[in-house]
């Protein structure tokens, strides 16, 4: 996913966004997948791609990082692709400057000629992440609780439970770190976002049966959401070599 990384959720005012979120997703022609009986009967005949790095702190130019992004996945993929590639991104909000990984996974979807899908956090949790999720091209939109009860059907053991307590140890670490440096801890709001990250890319393999994940840098924050990837490698839930570096 494409990370908080020590920056405002959101780039444009709420206010300012009269919008009504189920009827644009219906207008639009967004299939919205309620149950993980629904993701398995859409999602079971994609292969997912999930591109994940640094939102509004990346001020490169998105291009070229997009270029790059597919150059390396078209070397990793081969021609082997038995399944259509689907891009899932998980709400992140474009950036005024155009930057960040929002635009960016625009861009390698559409050069990879791909649709799109979103995962979201339920209102629940963050109310206004729908709001500002961009939408462009998506096909499938889904919430995160279907993503854990995916997880709960799919998985023996409580892998949920599992990624929950990894990733409140390694914000331990990293608020430590954050102490020791003179500065503020990360936000409550990280946890939610790194549960966001690695549960869906844990119960997305479960349906599909496999799982791409590119990195849109190699320089990524120990910081920000991003790192959190580590969580679903240090589980076995992931396996590095379904990730593909930037560098």
């Not at 998980?90 to 155009?98: F, K, M, R, T």
């Amino acid at each position: 996913m494409g990370s908080l990384d020590q920056a405002s959720r959101s780039v444009y005012p709420i206010a300012t966004i009269p919008i009504d979120i189920m009827n644009i997703s219906c207008a639009a022609g967004i299939a919205l997948l309620r149950n993980a009986a629904d993701v398995h009967l859409h999602l079971k005949s994609f292969s997912p791609l999930l591109v994940e790095g640094p939102g509004r702190l990346d001020d490169r130019d998105a291009a070229p990082v997009a270029n790059k992004i597919v150059k390396n996945l078209r070397n990793y993929w081969g021609e082997n692709m038995a399944k259509p590639v689907l891009l899932i991104t998980q709400g992140d909000p474009l950036n005024e400057s155009g930057k960040g990984i929002a635009s960016i996974t625009r861009l390698v979807a559409e050069e990879l000629g791909v649709k799109r899908g979103l995962v979201l956090l339920d209102p629940h949790i963050d109310q206004d992440h729908e709001k500002l999720a961009d939408r462009h091209d998506v096909i499938h939109e889904m919430r995160y609780s279907t993503m854990i009860e995916i997880i709960e059907n799919y998985h023996d053991h409580d892998a949920v439970g599992d990624i929950t307590k990894e990733i409140d140890r390694s914000l331990s670490e990293k608020n430590k770190k954050k102490r020791q440096l003179g500065e503020n801890e990360l936000a409550a709001y990280y946890k939610d976002y790194a549960l966001l990250q690695e549960v869906t890319k844990v119960a997305i393999k479960a349906v599909a049966g496999e799982i791409t994940v590119a990195h849109t840098t190699g320089d990524i924050s120990e910081f920000g959401v991003t790192s959190f990837f580590q969580v679903g490698l240090n589980l076995g839930l992931i396996d590095e070599a379904e990730i593909v570096s930037f560098e």
